[in-house]
């Protein structure tokens, strides 16, 4: 088991900087995301090229890249245009994830509160089922991160979607969880489902806080892991996004090393016991 960090949590700067600072603090993986550090339309346009900018400054930092997620969450809204959207972008996009060298895509299950649950569970079923499938062809595993806002909220939630789709795996992030007052046993069916992971302290009301304000008990979700047979990345995620489901702002330097660190230590306890 090996820890990545998110350049999520440095959107403020460039993605060259960004994997500078990830870099720096010693990691060996990172994850990116569409956001300000991908133009997604450009990379659609010409992936190669975009994908050829990324992957050299990786290989300046030494970096390899651990999960690309690309959201796409309208898949679950009424309008068929918008729809036909995220669909056609993902299919655009795996020319650029196959260049970049991706060993897999996180996308979001869907939004929330699209009309009827049932019809925004089958339009979220029916993307998927395409996502795989044209994911598939070029050996790229997709999975979907249950998260806040989505029609995956839960673990439950997470698993009808995950048994609806076949070749359909997860990236799980226990802070969507904890901000629930969901406790991290709950996760233990979607474990052999895991593809990917990411971690930041959390606490009921709160999706993101310092590590010292956080209550996700990270000896539990290690053990967890481990005793799942685990043997993935764990990605050390913070995010700029203060005030969403009450985040709090964190300087994403302290908290990196501070997430890792305890992480490992944990791993490494764990492993010998």
Request: one cysteine or more; glycine letters at 6%; a negative charge.
């Amino acid at each position: 088991m090996q820890f990545a960090c998110h350049t999520w949590g440095f959107n403020d700067r460039p993605l060259k900087e960004a994997l500078a600072t990830i870099a720096r603090l010693g990691f060996r993986y990172a994850d990116i995301g569409s956001g300000p550090h991908i133009d997604v339309v450009q990379a659609a346009e010409e992936p190669k090229q975009v994908a050829k900018t990324i992957r050299e400054h990786l290989d300046r930092y030494n970096l390899q890249l651990s999960d690309l997620y690309l959201m796409l969450p309208r898949i679950t809204v009424e309008d068929a245009d918008r729809r036909a959207h995220e669909r056609k972008s993902f299919e655009a996009l795996i020319p650029f994830a196959v260049a970049l060298g991706t060993p897999g895509i996180t996308v979001s299950p869907g939004l929330r509160g699209q009309g009827d649950p049932d019809d925004a569970f089958a339009r979220a079923v029916t993307a998927l089922v395409k996502f795989v499938k044209l994911a598939t062809e070029h050996d790229l595993p997709v999975s979907i991160e249950p998260h806040l806002d989505s029609i995956a909220q839960t673990p439950d939630e997470a698993l009808d979607i995950l048994d609806a789709v076949d070749g359909l795996q997860l990236t799980l992030d226990w802070s969507h969880l904890v901000t629930q007052g969901i406790r991290p046993d709950a996760a233990t069916t979607l474990l052999p489902r895991v593809r990917h992971v990411q971690v930041r302290q959390a606490a009921p009301m709160r999706m993101q806080t310092p590590f010292n304000q956080g209550v996700l008990d990270l000896e539990r979700v290690m053990t967890l892991l481990l005793s799942a047979g685990y043997d993935g990345i764990v990605a050390v995620e913070h995010m700029q996004t203060e005030g969403w489901h009450g985040a709090t702002a964190v300087d994403p330097v302290i908290e990196a090393i501070t997430t890792r660190d305890a992480l490992r230590d944990l791993r490494d306890h764990l492993q010998t016991t």
